[in-house]
């Protein structure tokens, strides 16, 4: 076979000195035409510079195009030879060329559309019984053709096999109801360039497709696709399809440059050969650095593409391309067509044919057809994938067939419509060459892809098969050598894999490329959600980078703690100091100073203030709502206990001082119910700790935001009025002692009862100034030492300004201790300033 291979492309050679008919052999009439609609030749002339609608012609031969249309013609004579299919039919083909330019082909589709017979188009209200001039049409190849002839021939319900499209907007039935495909959708491409990416572990590509339906709709569908598979797109862009515009060069180095700045080394390329060829040339005229180009079946295999200068400096070549099948006796006929159109006779007899679909039809349907040679087609001949346009005429054929109602003898002879085939290719399987087909809901085929690795041997390139994808990617990656500096698979990632404990967080505006970053306190990584931190619950923690929470330990002020025992300590001294001058006072209660400070009133004050240093014990250890609510009230009590005692005191001072005259029978008066006055003092502050009580006591708070891993136990003040009603009236006793008291002049020969008081009352009102704005804002186990510090503090203060210097007296200055001392500066002392006056 080979032999005779090589010697009928040896007389091809030297028969392309002169034309032949080859241009003639597209059209043959028939029982039923099929109409076909191939890329002859590319570069269509006059299209921007077009004024009016005149005819649009191609420049350059495409060879894959001309493949195509004779396996059309191979196809339909094989069937017309045929005894099981169609017996006693025969098939007619119609083929135009597109020239891959969407107006071009609408001109043989509205032919296709004229009524059988006539060169016009019938408008009608219903076209059930409407004959066109074709039954069926096969093609076009590329998508935007197809969306631009799908929606005529779909109004029409002419049935429309595609042997290329692969727009996934084609894939509705409702918009398009008559159009089919022998080829997968680009989503199931799509598909298979995801799995690739992912078997390498690749995230971080760039995606460049051409700027026609084909390469904007892959890009969207895989842009779609991506983002649930954890792949990053750096960089997005487009290849202009004119390549004469003078902006394209422009455009092609901008959007290399923008590739060099992402620093991917994956590169996926959806475009057809030629702006992929553009693309190629100009990576290497920019040096740019070998990467890893994934292609598919429209560029992989384009010998334009492979024969780009220097293209093996590129760096690794994968793509897909669609798994088809060998179809049996077509290099042969092609072989033998090309010896039969030199041929004086056959040529006659092919233009009589030819003639007979109608003298009046566009004749030029491949102009460079008559100049080709077998030896200029013959190396894409062996390429180029050919079953998709076979598989398309059999699909019509059998469709036809059943809906003659033929047997394996003869097919009856039956008006047929166009739009009754579409039930049958939507239905029934068929068969070619041994091999089943069946167009699914979506009008598509399910073939497959096969992965292809370009082998550089020699400057010889081989397109070998190294993967196979049919719903699952299968690799065979010790055929693949990568073309990098140490041979190895190259890595392209925008994110690492990240450890336990860590989550992903967006880097840049790239929103699926990823950084990873520890997870902060009190948050822990779950491994049912990687891309956040999980929060712990309020009463557990977490260590920074945590798989893990913990439970938080109770935080207060506990008694073994170094400043819990200082307090402690503190407070024994102060309670041992005040029993101490309760003792000095009780064994000197009959001395005129002690009666002059109070006497017995003074014991009960001191022992007020006893009990308000032991109440520092309520703060210590951990708290509760019982012991938050005596807190407060035992402080009140207490505190009031002893201003009652100044009060009663600043008022005989009042007295003396204010209104002398009035003095002997006011302070007789006082005196004598000075208990009684006390115990209203007391009355009052016990009715407000009701009040209190029943407004909103403190009661205890679990803070769990203070602290990271503790819970803080705090006495939580629920109503602030409640708090300051109850405290208030400590201080309005306080504020009204130093009315009575801070005005009053010391005499040198005369013991001051009333500065004492006053001292006293001051040092009461700083501490609980500092104390307010602690309490109110301290968050932590401070807050209980605040008080206890507040609580000490006004302790010491009292007994250091008003019962130390009697103290002193007392044991060190005993000689003062006198009724003339002590009692002249309240009794006698203004008197003698009226009588001055």
Same mark, same amino acid.
């Given at each position: 076979?080979?032999?005779?291979?090589?010697?009928?492309?040896?007389?091809?050679?030297?028969?392309?000195?002169?034309?032949?008919?080859?241009?003639?052999?597209?059209?043959?009439?028939?029982?039923?035409?099929?109409?076909?609609?191939?890329?002859? &030749?590319?570069?269509?002339?006059?299209?921007?510079?077009?004024?009016?609608?005149?005819?649009?012609?191609?420049? !350059?031969?495409?060879?894959?195009?001309?493949?195509?249309?004779?396996?059309?013609?191979?196809?339909?004579?094989?069937?017309?030879? %045929?005894?099981?299919?169609?017996?006693?039919?025969?098939?007619?083909?119609?083929?135009?060329?597109?020239?891959?330019?969407?107006?071009?082909?609408?001109? $043989?589709?509205?032919?296709?559309?004229?009524?059988?017979?006539?060169? &016009?188009?019938?408008?009608?209200?219903?076209?059930?019984?409407?004959?066109?001039?074709?039954?069926?049409?096969?093609? $076009?190849?590329?998508?935007?053709?197809?969306?631009?002839?799908?929606?005529?021939?779909?109004?029409?319900?002419?049935?429309?096999?595609?042997?290329? %499209?692969?727009?996934?907007?084609?894939?509705?039935?409702?918009?398009?109801?008559?159009? +089919?495909?022998?080829?997968?959708?680009?989503?199931?491409?799509?598909?298979?360039?995801?799995?690739?990416?992912?078997?390498?572990?690749?995230?971080?590509?760039?995606?460049?497709?051409?700027?026609?339906?084909?390469?904007? &709709?892959?890009?969207?569908?895989?842009?779609?696709?991506?983002?649930?598979?954890?792949?990053?797109?750096?960089?997005?862009?487009?290849?202009?399809?004119?390549?004469?515009?003078?902006?394209?060069?422009?455009?092609?180095?901008?959007?290399?440059?923008?590739?060099? =700045?992402?620093?991917?080394?994956?590169?996926?390329?959806?475009?057809?050969?030629?702006?992929?060829?553009?693309?190629?040339?100009?990576?290497?005229?920019?040096?740019?650095?070998?990467?890893?180009?994934?292609?598919?079946?429209?560029?992989?295999?384009?010998?334009?593409?492979?024969?780009?200068?220097?293209?093996?400096?590129?760096?690794?070549?994968?793509?897909?391309?669609?798994?088809?099948?060998?179809?049996?006796?077509?290099?042969? +006929?092609?072989?033998?067509? *090309?010896?039969?159109?030199?041929?004086?006779? *056959?040529?006659?007899?092919?233009?009589?044919?030819?003639?007979?679909?109608?003298?009046?039809?566009?004749?030029?349907?491949?102009?460079?057809?008559?100049?080709?040679?077998?030896?200029?087609?013959?190396?894409?001949?062996?390429?180029?994938?050919?079953?998709?346009?076979?598989?398309?005429?059999?699909?019509?054929?059998?469709?036809?067939? !059943?809906?003659?109602?033929?047997?394996?003898?003869?097919?009856?002879?039956? @008006?047929?419509?166009?739009?009754?085939?579409?039930? *049958?290719?939507?239905?029934? @399987?068929?068969?070619?060459?041994?091999?089943?087909?069946?167009?699914?809901? /979506?009008?598509?085929?399910?073939?497959?892809?096969?992965?292809?690795?370009?082998?550089?041997?020699?400057?010889?390139?081989?397109?070998?098969?190294?993967?196979? +994808?049919?719903?699952?990617?299968?690799?065979?990656?010790?055929?693949?050598?990568?073309?990098?500096?140490?041979?190895?698979?190259?890595?392209?990632?925008?994110?690492?894999?990240?450890?336990?404990?860590?989550? !992903?967080?967006?880097?840049?505006?790239?929103?699926?490329?990823?950084?990873?970053?520890?997870?902060?306190?009190?948050?822990?990584?779950?491994?049912?959600?990687?891309?956040?931190?999980?929060?712990?619950?309020?009463?557990?923690?977490?260590?920074?980078?945590?798989?893990?929470?913990?439970?938080?330990?109770?935080?207060?002020?506990?008694?073994?703690?170094?400043?819990?025992?200082?307090?402690?300590?503190?407070?024994?001294?102060?309670?041992?100091?005040?029993?101490?001058?309760?003792?000095? *006072?009780?064994?000197?209660?009959?001395?005129?100073?002690?009666?002059?400070?109070?006497?017995?009133?003074?014991?009960?004050?001191?022992?007020?203030?006893?009990?308000?240093?032991?109440?520092?014990?309520?703060?210590?250890?951990? $708290?509760?709502?019982?012991?938050?609510?005596?807190?407060?009230?035992?402080?009140?009590?207490?505190?009031?206990?002893?201003?009652?005692?100044?009060?009663?005191?600043?008022?005989?001072?009042?007295?003396?001082?204010?209104?002398?005259?009035? /003095?002997?029978?006011?302070?007789?008066?006082?005196?004598?119910?000075?208990?009684?006055?006390?115990?209203?003092?007391?009355?009052?502050?016990?009715?407000?700790?009701?009040?209190?009580?029943?407004?909103?006591?403190?009661?205890?708070?679990?803070?769990? =935001?203070?602290?990271?891993?503790?819970?803080?136990?705090?006495?939580?003040?629920?109503?602030?009025?409640?708090?300051?009603?109850?405290?208030?009236?400590?201080?309005?006793?306080?504020?009204?002692?130093?009315?009575?008291?801070?005005?009053?002049?010391?005499?040198?020969?005369?013991?001051?009862?009333?500065?004492?008081?006053?001292? /006293?009352?001051?040092?009461?009102?700083?501490?609980?100034?500092?104390?307010?704005?602690?309490?109110?804002?301290? =968050?932590?186990?401070?807050?209980?030492?605040?008080?206890?510090?507040?609580?000490?503090?006004?302790?010491?203060?009292?007994?250091?300004?008003?019962?130390?210097?009697?103290? +002193?007296?007392?044991?060190?200055?005993?000689?003062?201790?006198?009724?003339?001392?002590?009692?002249?500066?309240?009794?006698?002392?203004?008197?003698?300033?009226?009588?001055?006056?």
């Amino acid at each position: 076979m080979v032999p005779a291979l090589l010697l009928c492309l040896a007389l091809g050679w030297a028969a392309a000195l002169k034309p032949s008919c080859l241009s003639a052999q597209f059209s043959r009439p028939g029982d039923y035409i099929l109409g076909g609609l191939f890329p002859f &030749g590319t570069d269509a002339t006059n299209l921007t510079a077009r004024a009016e609608p005149s005819l649009v012609g191609c420049e !350059r031969l495409f060879a894959d195009g001309l493949i195509w249309a004779l396996a059309m013609k191979f196809a339909i004579e094989e069937i017309n030879n %045929s005894t099981s299919l169609l017996p006693g039919v025969r098939l007619g083909y119609d083929m135009y060329d597109t020239c891959l330019e969407p107006l071009v082909a609408l001109q $043989p589709s509205l032919l296709f559309l004229t009524r059988q017979g006539t060169r &016009g188009i019938e408008v009608r209200c219903n076209y059930s019984d409407y004959q066109p001039r074709v039954t069926a049409v096969i093609g $076009p190849h590329k998508s935007d053709l197809c969306l631009a002839t799908a929606q005529l021939f779909s109004f029409f319900l002419i049935p429309q096999v595609s042997y290329g %499209s692969s727009s996934e907007q084609l894939s509705d039935p409702e918009l398009y109801p008559s159009f +089919y495909r022998t080829v997968p959708s680009e989503k199931s491409l799509v598909e298979a360039v995801v799995q690739l990416v992912n078997k390498f572990g690749w995230n971080w590509i760039a995606t460049i497709g051409s700027d026609d339906e084909y390469g904007r &709709g892959a890009q969207v569908q895989f842009s779609s696709v991506a983002g649930d598979h954890s792949i990053c797109i750096a960089f997005e862009g487009t290849i202009p399809t004119d390549l004469t515009d003078p902006q394209a060069t422009a455009h092609l180095q901008d959007t290399i440059t923008a590739i060099n =700045k992402t620093k991917v080394n994956i590169i996926i390329l959806f475009a057809y050969n030629k702006p992929a060829q553009a693309l190629l040339r100009h990576s290497i005229r920019m040096g740019l650095s070998k990467k890893v180009w994934i292609g598919t079946e429209a560029w992989i295999l384009s010998d334009t593409a492979a024969a780009v200068p220097h293209v093996q400096s590129i760096g690794t070549v994968l793509g897909f391309i669609i798994k088809t099948g060998p179809v049996p006796g077509f290099q042969e +006929y092609v072989t033998d067509l *090309f010896t039969s159109v030199q041929q004086e006779d *056959f040529c006659q007899e092919s233009r009589e044919a030819s003639q007979l679909l109608g003298s009046d039809a566009p004749h030029a349907r491949c102009r460079p057809c008559d100049h080709v040679s077998l030896g200029d087609i013959w190396p894409t001949l062996s390429l180029s994938q050919v079953q998709p346009v076979h598989v398309a005429v059999y699909s019509v054929a059998h469709a036809l067939h !059943r809906a003659l109602g033929c047997t394996h003898q003869a097919c009856p002879t039956a @008006p047929i419509r166009s739009w009754q085939l579409l039930h *049958f290719m939507n239905t029934f @399987p068929f068969q070619v060459n041994g091999q089943s087909f069946r167009f699914d809901q /979506a009008h598509g085929t399910h073939t497959g892809y096969k992965l292809i690795f370009w082998s550089w041997k020699n400057n010889s390139l081989t397109y070998l098969p190294v993967g196979d +994808y049919e719903g699952s990617l299968d690799i065979n990656s010790s055929l693949i050598h990568f073309h990098t500096a140490d041979q190895k698979e190259p890595t392209s990632e925008c994110m690492k894999h990240c450890e336990p404990g860590q989550v !992903r967080e967006i880097k840049g505006f790239h929103l699926c490329c990823y950084d990873c970053t520890d997870c902060p306190e009190n948050t822990f990584w779950s491994r049912t959600e990687s891309s956040t931190c999980t929060p712990c619950l309020q009463r557990q923690w977490s260590p920074a980078r945590s798989t893990q929470c913990y439970e938080r330990s109770h935080r207060y002020l506990r008694w073994s703690e170094p400043l819990a025992l200082a307090l402690l300590t503190l407070m024994a001294i102060t309670t041992a100091l005040a029993c101490l001058i309760a003792l000095l *006072f009780l064994r000197n209660l009959q001395t005129p100073l002690v009666q002059a400070s109070g006497g017995r009133l003074s014991l009960f004050a001191l022992l007020g203030l006893g009990l308000l240093c032991l109440s520092c014990c309520l703060y210590v250890g951990e $708290p509760s709502d019982r012991l938050c609510t005596a807190q407060q009230v035992l402080h009140a009590l207490c505190l009031t206990g002893c201003f009652s005692t100044f009060f009663v005191k600043s008022l005989e001072i009042t007295l003396v001082t204010e209104f002398p005259r009035c /003095a002997p029978r006011l302070l007789r008066w006082v005196t004598e119910r000075a208990w009684l006055l006390v115990s209203l003092c007391l009355l009052t502050e016990c009715s407000l700790c009701c009040c209190y009580l029943l407004l909103g006591p403190d009661s205890l708070l679990p803070d769990y =935001k203070s602290l990271p891993r503790e819970v803080l136990l705090v006495c939580h003040t629920q109503s602030w009025g409640a708090f300051v009603l109850l405290h208030g009236y400590n201080g309005c006793l306080a504020f009204i002692c130093l009315l009575g008291t801070f005005m009053v002049q010391s005499h040198g020969k005369k013991y001051n009862m009333a500065r004492g008081i006053t001292f /006293a009352i001051l040092i009461y009102f700083i501490t609980c100034i500092f104390f307010l704005a602690f309490f109110a804002t301290l =968050k932590s186990v401070l807050r209980s030492v605040t008080q206890i510090c507040t609580i000490l503090t006004t302790s010491l203060g009292i007994l250091g300004t008003y019962y130390i210097p009697k103290c +002193y007296i007392i044991l060190l200055k005993p000689d003062l201790n006198t009724e003339d001392y002590c009692q002249y500066s309240i009794k006698e002392e203004p008197e003698e300033d009226s009588a001055r006056q």
